[in-house]
T-cell receptor, first 117, second 111 residues
Framework: EAGVVQSPRYKIIEKKQPVAFWCNPI?????LYWYLQNLGQGPELLIR????????DSQLPKDRFSAERLKGVDSTLKIQPAELGDSAVYLC???????????????FGEGSRLTVL | QKEVEQNSGPLSVPEGAIASLNCTYS??????FFWYRQYSGKSPELIMS????GDKEDGRFTAQLNKASQYVSLLIRDSQPSDSATYLC???????????FGSGTRLSIRP
């Protein structure tokens, strides 16, 4: 069974440029998460989807970040324009359950490492 | 107070000894807790989950939950160099499927 697939693995852009990350979760997983991880820190939740609905986007900086999960499967995370402080690893994770049935077992993709110059 | 707090380390333990990792949590998270291991440059992977007060053992790993004191710990027996990694404590937030992480403790097992 394929795991969570993310692309690109690495991206280097200049500040003020746009960037987009793509995530394909494990088949059948209806909860999808986007996390941001800075060096030496734990993952910080940006947005959480249950199927196609964004049920928690309170930590998403909406002035420059946007996300979508069309048809409740693949998801994209976009930053426009990127700032120097956005340099981090963007992790996508999926889970097979929602709400209180969620066991907490998240399956992570390999991440997309963003460097903003 | 952060919902989940960990000592960032690094924690250095000799090979074969017991490594003890600790995590405290706030009232805003539920009683479901998880330990993830993250090797350098890799993604986190779940190694233990615990939902009830007390101990839960899985091979060389034991998770301990103390609800009264609001802490959860992970013990690694017979530590191996391959256990060198960052260990992330995570918790499910209230009644939702929101999973939040601590900042991680870096563990180094010295031969």
């Amino acid at each position: 069974e394929a795991g969570v697939v993310q692309s690109p693995r690495y991206k280097i852009i200049e500040k003020k440029q746009p960037v987009a990350f793509w995530c394909n979760p494990i088949s059948g997983h209806n909860t999808l998460y986007w996390y941001l991880q800075n060096l030496g820190q734990g993952p910080e939740l940006l947005i959480r989807y249950e199927n196609e609905e964004a049920v928690d986007d309170s930590q998403l900086p909406k002035d420059r970040f946007s996300a979508e999960r069309l048809k409740g499967v693949d998801s994209t995370l976009k930053i426009q324009p990127a700032e120097l402080g956005d340099s981090a690893v963007y992790l996508c994770a999926s889970s097979s359950a929602t709400g209180i049935t969620n066991t907490g077992e998240l399956f992570f993709g390999e991440g997309s490492r963003l460097t903003v110059l | 107070q952060k919902e989940v707090e960990q000592n960032s380390g690094p924690l250095s333990v000799p090979e074969g000894a017991i490594a003890s990792l600790n995590c405290t949590y706030s009232d805003r998270v539920s009683q479901s807790f998880f330990w993830y291991r993250q090797y350098s440059g890799k993604s986190p992977e779940l190694i233990m989950s615990i939902y009830s007060n007390g101990d839960k053992e899985d091979g060389r790993f034991t998770a301990q939950l103390n609800k009264a004191s609001q802490y959860v710990s992970l013990l690694i027996r017979d530590s191996q160099p391959s256990d060198s990694a960052t260990y992330l404590c995570a918790a499910r937030y209230s009644s939702a499927s929101k999973i939040i992480f601590g900042s991680g403790t870096r563990l180094s097992i010295r031969p």
